[in-house]
């Protein structure tokens, strides 16, 4: 650390980059519930007004593995803090955006402008904090990046009701001012930032920002428009997937054939910084996957509005502030790849309690399944950050932090893509299999008709035809139901399964401690 950092408290630093990276974080998904309200203030079709979604993880994708190589460029604290002004004053433009194509390219400069907060935010508490407070303080990160996406929603949801959606954006003005301030009078670059500084002869790589930024944006299309536009059936989404393919092919080549990447993949041959990639796409995969499909079926199935729903979510994200400080405590004293198993393994037991749901689970149930799952994510993020970290060299926190935030944003993307995907597959297949059971020639199928039909004529007061139509379908509607009801229960299975499929690659990682030793050569 500088001595500028000596008489800062790491703490009040801490709290200064979790401004900015709650603030960023809770924007991925604090605008879903308004999509309805926007697209009819705006003339628009809830379809069109998906882009406002899908616009915002584009270019907050872009930027992501970015911020190593721009902090290199200009300094970490200037580009920090360059990435907060874009982000609000973007903010402001998107509160005030007057058609819908200028809300998408208001929300487009807004992801640019978040994209980087993440990982120099956590670039700056690696720096700032000692090795064995390092797990305290990916605490205090990770209630930002867990909890944010859990209260967007439910945030998004009742500003939209009580006031208007225009406030979804412009909450962020005050927040990304105060953001700006302190990280001006209190953020410094560490000294270690200046010898890794571009400096004579350095060249800025428009090729490689260029075939990054393709590629990436190209893999977001098609992750997040592919099941609206039934996949490779589309011809935009296989031209999309054929560029995204052969752009980061060659990014990969590109970047591994520079001394100064822009995305340093030589990390991953440290075999436990690789694993934990992978860990935090599956995390990624089970947090925004699993968040994705619950609301839909409380709402969908059982009849909750959209504020019950999300009061069955908030327990979630209060287990994990509670969880997530204890967390940092044990890992002074355990092993951090055990608290990584048992992080997957609550994660994948809440996941296989969803998975027992039926028609009739209630409240109380399908809240603690998620705050089990819940307790999962409090295990698994700070002890797979700081494994992460544990042999990085410090001039290379800034690349690490950037190419761990994309991964985990991807495995998000992913786990919507895929979690929504199967859902609708394993449905019509249920469904094909549970309309076989509709035949005239079924007992229990006459049987229902029949109870049905009378009921319709001594209580309904229809006339036998009209009442033998209601019954059918009837009918036809509880089997619909009971098909939804089994594609959700195979998709929670699935994921809970990916978790517990991961438990063999902690023995990968090395064995490390918050308190152990780190290396920097």
């Not at 995390?283 to 994705?292: D, E, N």
């Not at 039926?358 to 494994?387: C, E």
């Not at 190419?403 to 859902?423: K, P």
Request: a positive charge; one cysteine or more.
């Amino acid at each position: 650390m500088t001595s500028s950092h000596r008489h800062i408290n790491p703490w009040i630093i801490a709290l200064t980059v979790m401004i900015a990276t709650f603030m960023e974080v809770l924007d991925t998904s604090v605008a879903n519930v308004a999509l309805p309200h926007i697209a009819g203030n705006l003339s628009a079709t809830v379809e069109e007004t998906t882009w406002v979604l899908t616009s915002y993880l584009v270019a907050n994708a872009v930027v992501l593995p970015l911020g190593g190589y721009f902090s290199s460029l200009i300094g970490r604290k200037r580009f920090y803090l360059t990435c907060v002004s874009i982000f609000t004053v973007a903010s402001l433009l998107c509160g005030i955006a007057p058609s819908l194509g200028w809300l998408i390219f208001f929300r487009v400069l807004q992801g640019l402008g978040g994209g980087g907060l993440q990982p120099i935010s956590q670039a700056i508490l690696v720096e700032t904090f000692p090795h064995e407070k390092r797990g305290a303080a990916m605490a205090v990160y990770g209630m930002g990046v867990v909890l944010a996406p859990i209260i967007g929603p439910v945030l998004g949801g009742w500003i939209t009701d009580n006031f208007s959606w225009h406030w979804i954006f412009l909450i962020n003005i005050p927040v990304g001012l105060l953001s700006f301030t302190l990280t001006s009078a209190l953020v410094h670059d560490p000294h270690t930032f200046h010898r890794i500084s571009l400096k004579e002869g350095a060249k800025f790589d428009y090729l490689g920002i260029g075939v990054i930024t393709l590629g990436l944006a190209s893999l977001e299309i098609v992750l997040d428009e592919g099941q609206r536009k039934d996949w490779f059936g589309s011809n935009f989404i296989v031209f999309f997937a054929i560029l995204a393919v052969v752009m980061l092919l060659y990014a990969v080549y590109h970047e591994l054939q520079k001394e100064r990447p822009i995305v340093d993949l030589r990390l991953l041959k440290d075999r436990t910084f690789a694993v934990a990639i992978l860990m935090l796409f599956v995390l990624g995969f089970v947090l925004y996957g699993s968040l994705a499909l619950l609301p839909i079926f409380l709402q969908t199935l059982l009849g909750y509005t959209a504020l019950l729903s999300g009061w069955v979510l908030s327990p979630g994200g209060l287990a994990v502030l509670i969880m997530m400080p204890v967390v940092a405590t044990l890992l002074k004293k355990f092993d951090t790849r055990w608290l990584i198993g048992v992080g997957f393994f609550f994660c994948g037991l809440g996941l296989i309690q969803m998975a027992g749901f039926n028609l009739q689970v209630d409240f109380r149930t399908a809240m603690w399944s998620r705050v089990v799952q819940s307790l999962g994510f409090a295990f698994l993020f700070i002890p797979i950050n700081v494994s992460a970290f544990q042999h990085i060299p410090h001039e290379k926190t800034a690349y690490a932090a950037g190419l761990m935030n994309l991964v985990r944003n991807i495995g998000g993307s992913t786990g919507i893509a895929l979690a929504t995907t199967l859902l609708s597959r394993r449905a019509q297949v249920h469904q094909a299999n549970l309309i076989g059971h509709l035949a005239p020639g079924n007992p229990a199928y006459q049987g229902f008709l029949d109870r049905a039909t009378s009921l319709g004529v001594l209580r309904g007061g229809l006339s036998p035809t009209d009442a033998a139509h209601v019954a059918q379908g009837a009918a036809y509607g509880t089997v619909v139901r009971h098909a939804n009801m089994m594609a959700f229960t195979d998709t929670f299975w699935f994921m809970g399964m990916l978790c517990f499929a991961l438990f063999p690659l902690i023995f990968l990682m090395r064995k490390s401690r918050a308190a152990g030793p780190i290396a920097i050569d």
